[in-house]
């Protein structure tokens, strides 16, 4: 082996934000690790107080509270190389250095112009929307297993009606044989920790939200969170996996007939969500990925590959 042969290793590899505006870095910082922190320090005390109150809880809570303390020491360890003075110095520096290759360039400048600048304005827009993009779209507000499989027998049920390139992508042709997995799965979902928390996840929500926000309100209907979350998860069915399948054959209609205190619940949100949605798609990620794609240009050709 000598310098510049090519070397495949196999592995997993995991994601790198080396390609990131100083803008984007920022925001991860500034909002999104402090809310998922936040989030993680939350559930991980009260799936430590539901365990505690019998070995039976501490059995079924095990795999929940051991992701949450796993992805909190992720993210802990991304957030502190974030609040590094010198490093962010340093980002900023190579930012500066490459937005001047542009500018000094006019055929560079006429092609790639200033992707720097709209990325941040794209995370103006995303920070403004994070909490209810976060809670509804994302779904942090509804954490429970059946919360989700309902939101999933909403909304695919809607995606199959359109054309296969016109749907949101996680219900694209491509991945319906990993939802149907997911949907039909016949692992045991606990009623017990599912009512704790989705209760919590709903207080977590209006906290954040605020009491008056109309889709709060909506879901809570002057009740308390853990009201809501015990008939939720008292009325519905959908723990049955043959349940769940009669919504999926019978598709939109069936959705719309449905009396299911979930699906119910789910249907009457997903415009909000789909909403906030339709906002980060065209106005956070597309612009990310679009102007992203002119700075790994004027990366290459920093490097002088033209």
């Given at each position: 082996?000598?310098?510049?042969?090519?070397?495949?290793?196999?592995?997993?590899?995991?994601?790198?934000?080396?390609?990131?505006?100083?803008?984007?870095?920022?925001?991860?910082?500034?909002?999104?690790?402090?809310?998922?922190?936040?989030?993680?320090?939350?559930?991980?005390?009260?799936?430590?107080?539901?365990?505690?109150?019998?070995?039976?809880?501490?059995?079924?809570?095990?795999?929940?509270?051991?992701?949450?303390?796993n992805g909190?020491?992720?993210?802990?360890?991304?957030?502190?190389?974030?609040?590094?003075?010198?490093?962010?110095?340093?980002?900023?520096?190579?930012?500066?250095?490459?937005?001047?290759?542009?500018?000094?360039?006019?055929?560079?400048?006429?092609?790639?112009?200033?992707?720097?600048?709209?990325?941040?304005q794209a995370?103006?827009?995303?920070?403004?929307?994070?909490?209810?993009?976060?809670?509804?779209?994302?779904?942090?507000?509804?954490?429970?297993?059946?919360?989700?499989?309902?939101?999933?027998?909403?909304?695919?049920?809607?995606?199959?009606?359109?054309?296969?390139?016109?749907?949101?992508?996680?219900?694209?042709?491509?991945?319906?044989?990993?939802?149907?997995?997911?949907?039909?799965?016949?692992?045991?979902?606990?009623?017990?920790?599912?009512?704790?928390?989705?209760?919590?996840?709903?207080?977590?929500?209006q906290e954040?939200?605020?009491?008056?926000?109309?889709?709060?309100?909506?879901?809570?209907?002057?009740?308390?969170?853990?009201?809501?979350?015990?008939?939720?998860?008292?009325?519905?069915?959908?723990?049955?996996?043959?349940?769940?399948?009669?919504?999926?054959?019978?598709?939109?209609?069936?959705?719309?007939?449905?009396?299911?205190?979930?699906?119910?619940?789910?249907?009457?949100?997903?415009?909000?969500?789909?909403?906030?949605?339709?906002?980060?798609?065209?106005?956070?990620?597309?612009?990310?990925?679009?102007?992203?794609?002119?700075?790994?240009?004027?990366?290459?050709?920093?490097?002088?590959?033209?």
């Amino acid at each position: 082996m000598k310098e510049g042969d090519l070397i495949f290793v196999s592995g997993n590899p995991g994601s790198t934000d080396r390609l990131k505006t100083v803008s984007e870095l920022e925001f991860l910082r500034d909002v999104e690790y402090p809310l998922l922190l936040a989030v993680c320090t939350r559930r991980i005390s009260l799936l430590q107080g539901f365990s505690s109150i019998s070995s039976e809880n501490a059995r079924i809570a095990t795999e929940e509270l051991f992701e949450y303390q796993n992805g909190y020491k992720a993210i802990a360890g991304s957030e502190q190389g974030l609040r590094d003075e010198k490093l962010m110095a340093a980002k900023t520096l190579d930012e500066e250095k490459l937005r001047a290759t542009v500018t000094s360039d006019p055929k560079l400048d006429a092609e790639v112009g200033d992707p720097w600048s709209a990325i941040a304005q794209a995370m103006v827009v995303e920070k403004k929307n994070s909490l209810a993009y976060f809670y509804l779209e994302q779904q942090f507000g509804f954490n429970s297993d059946l919360a989700q499989l309902a939101r999933n027998l909403v909304r695919v049920t809607q995606e199959k009606t359109k054309p296969n390139g016109e749907r949101l992508r996680e219900y694209a042709d491509a991945g319906l044989p990993s939802l149907e997995q997911q949907l039909f799965s016949t692992a045991p979902i606990y009623r017990s920790l599912e009512t704790v928390t989705l209760a919590d996840s709903l207080a977590e929500m209006q906290e954040a939200l605020g009491k008056n926000n109309p889709v709060v309100q909506k879901i809570l209907r002057g009740k308390t969170s853990a009201e809501v979350a015990r008939n939720l998860i008292d009325g519905t069915k959908l723990d049955d996996v043959a349940v769940r399948k009669q919504p999926y054959a019978g598709g939109v209609s069936a959705i719309d007939a449905s009396s299911d205190p979930l699906i119910v619940l789910a249907r009457n949100v997903d415009p909000d969500a789909r909403a906030v949605r339709k906002v980060y798609d065209d106005e956070v990620e597309a612009v990310e990925r679009q102007e992203g794609a002119k700075i790994a240009r004027t990366r290459f050709a920093e490097a002088g590959f033209n």
